[in-house]
């Protein structure tokens, strides 16, 4: 039970900085996803949290308290490695019980808690076996039970799944969430998948070259990113963007992408107004870019002209890719369209459902 | 019909002769100088010991008309004490040199993890520097490193007694310190071999032999502590652990595969390490020091007796293969804990 805040957290490693002024605050009980691209310090965050790595200012407090020179056995965490970091020369069973042995926890208590979470992750019948007889499915759990039997105030993992198979990771994706709802602990997980941290996060905090982009929910991150980076990076496919300019066009605002025109709709051109003239990124995810012939009811839709370069079909969607003049993008739309390779077509844009980038700061105008 | 069905077979059992006799083909020639060089010495060896060969049957061997077959009585004179020679008793000399090569390995282990693992730590200064000088050792011959310390233990002039005086001079004494390390007889510690005196010199050895002996387990152990991964010791960390705890749960077990393997050699190295020992004290003071080897050794060189040297040969042989297969056994049990 304990709220995590990172306050004015920088690490450097020589001149790298890794952590660029971090502030998070978690609250209890939170599944805090941290999401970023390879190298952007999502690993050092937490094993800053964890006590591995000493900050170089700021503060990082657990439950209010600062931790900054607790040792990694006093702040009362669990952490889960990448590697599942078990101990190859114990059996399943020791390699639970290890820190709670180390805790002089009585022997009956260590038992009821070890047979409880193998239970709870289904690895009853694995207690005598050594690590290197498991499955990386089975050490998965395994390295999740070791935190789990610890009862700690805060779970934090770093990429527990990045060694599992696409399918596995789908059911374990599921299992920690269900945990998370089951413990009613604070979690704190390290993925660079951005699906991981949309399906389980309660919240996300989206990290870039070690600078904290936007923390908010799936959803609001998904609807409403605050920059360019945090647009590109949550969704997948990603959101197309096109260079261009805002412009006035007989009263209207319209944004000029060079290879098309769209007129922005009156009810959305508030905040941009002030804006005319001026280079920006225009972004419209895959999902509300639609076939000509397939368009939803009740939306506002723009018509542009692109050319088919390759299609994909999913079975419950067609992905076409798509070029406008010097343009490339995807369109995810309705799988009875009839679209083919090499055809000049049009396609409707969702008007109700675009975002614009200044060009220069890379964050959205709203 | 038939007739092509049996020549077939025929040729088949060419073609698996061919196979079955080509790899013996092969080893003929390494057969051929083994048989030279290991073979033949081994059976004469074996079939003088036999008989009461000496310097007088030197020069006609076996067909020498004085030479006389004494059936096993070398083997029962050795193992009973009845040789012509002083201070010598089998079981004595076995029982010591075991404890000799089990004492040095019980020393050399756990003080080269230990080094090995004070050099690990991080951002520790000049490791690189350390790692090349502990190598030193292992490339000194041991003849050269058994004079060195023999003179280093000599009572006049050694190193090690001119250390002691100026120590004992520190503290007001004014004697020289004249300690007879390799000469001195009674046992420091009587109870420590009940069966035979552990005189000074074994002491003296013991820390010779330890200069020699620990840069190799250091360097084996070096090389384990560097294959353990770091997020294990992250892990025990947040567990709990701290840093004895981590010593002894992660460090010591992981290390273990390895170091009994080296244990292992480090144990035969000692129980035959001939060089050394024979240069050092030559085996005395009055066979105190004295180990199979260098005694077989002495067997021919002075009393020139070549059956008694034979018999006793064969009989190190059976003790080193009984060392072999129980080491073995051990180095067998000691599984790696990683992938298979
Ligand atoms: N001990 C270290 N010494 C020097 N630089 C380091 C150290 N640890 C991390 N870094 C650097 O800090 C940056 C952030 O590393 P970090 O491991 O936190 O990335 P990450 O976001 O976890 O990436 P990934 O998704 O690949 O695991 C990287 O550029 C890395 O090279
Ligand atoms: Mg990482």
Known sequence: MASVTYENVYKRFGDMVAVDNLNIHVDDKEFLVLVGPSGCGKTTALRLLAGLEEISSGAIKIADRVVNDVAPKDRDIAMVFQSYALYP???IYDNMAFGLKLRKTPKEEIKRRVTEAA???????????????LSGGQRQRVAVGRAIVREPKVFLFDEPLSNLDAKLRVQMRAEISKLHQRLQTTFIYVTHDQTEAMTMATRIAVINKGKLQQIDTPQNLYDHPGNLFVAGFIGSPAMNFFPGKLRKDNGRLVVDAGDFVVPIPEKKAGPYKAHADKNITFGI?????????????????????????VTELMGNEIFLYLIS????????????SSLRVGQQAHVMFDMDNFHIFDAETEETIR | MATTSMQLSREKRKAVFRKVSLPYLYLLPAFAVMGVITFYPLIYQVIISFTDFQTKD??????????????????????????PVQNFEFFRVLIYNIWWALTNVMVHVPAGVLIAVLLNTQGLWGKRIYRAIFVL????????????????????????????TLL??????????????????????????????????????????????????TLVATGALQSIPKDLYEAASIDGASGAQQFWNITVPLLRPVMIPAAVYG????????????FMSGGGPARSTEILVTFAFDLIRNLRLYGVAAAFSVIIFFVALVVFLITNRITRATESYTEA
């Open chain 2, 58 to 83: 030197l020069l006609l061997q076996l067909a020498s008309p004085e030479l006389k077959k004494v059936g096993v009585q070398n083997y029962v004179d050795i193992i009973t004490g009845g040789l």
């Open chain 1, 89 to 91: 020369h114990l059996s």
């Open chain 1, 325 to 336: 003049g010097k343009n490339t993008f995807v369109a995810r739309v309705d799988p009875r």
């Open chain 1, 285 to 309: 995810r895959p999902e509300n870019i639609h076939d000509e012939n397939f368009v939803p009811l009740n939306i506002d839709v723009e018509k542009v002209a692109v050319k088919v370069d």
């Open chain 2, 267 to 278: 144990f035969t190295l000692s129980f035959n390490l001939f060089n050394f020992v024979y």
């Open chain 2, 137 to 164: 050792p292992v490339v000194v011959p041991p003849i050269v490193v058994g004079t060195v310390w023999k003179n280093i233990f000599d009572e006049q002039y050694g190193a090690m007694n001119q250390f002691l």
């Open chain 1, 119 to 133: 239970e709870v992750l289904g690895i009853q019948d694995l207690l005598t076996r050594k690590p290197r007889q």
């Open chain 2, 168 to 217: 004992v001079h520190l503290f007001g004494q004014i004697d020289p310190v004249r300690i007879r390390w390799l000469q001195e007889y009674s046992p420091p510690i009587p109870w420590l071999l009940p069966n035979g005196p552990l005189t000074l010199a074994y002491y003296a050895m013991m820390i010779a032999n330890f200069w020699l002996g620990w840069p190799f387990m």
